[in-house]
């Protein structure tokens, strides 16, 4: 059992922290694309985009189309914040690895408690 126990530990853990790894990156990345302007064009061309056919057939015309006023407006507002994401980045990452650091002491946590449940059951038994 205390194999178990500890085996899940680890699978937990590796998937916790290729899960931090994973929303780093996305936020290194994000914070890129906004910077470098390329959100904003983007928002211009989504705005291009007609829309298919059959989205007709679910959503007003008119309201497609105030999405699409409201995806430029909105990456427009993105170019405002381009200061602020630079410092966004500085600490959303501390943050991460924290929260990262955080969960794996928990999964410790409850690994050692299952461990010891599981120890005090096997001595229960006499098996220990």
Known sequence: MKIIVWAAFGVLAVVWTLGALIVVELVQWGAQFIASGAATELGRSA???PAPA???LWLDPAA???VQEGLVT???AFRSALPWVG???GWLVPLV???WGVGVALLLAMAG???WLASRKTRA????
């Open 47 to 49: 705005a291009q985009w």
């Open 54 to 56: 059959w989205l007709a």
């Open 64 to 66: 497609i189309k105030a």
């Open 74 to 76: 909105g990456f427009e």
């Open 87 to 89: 410092s966004a980045v």
């Open 97 to 99: 690895w924290t929260s």
């Open 113 to 115: 408690g299952a461990h």
């Open 125 to 128: 038994l006499g098996n220990g």
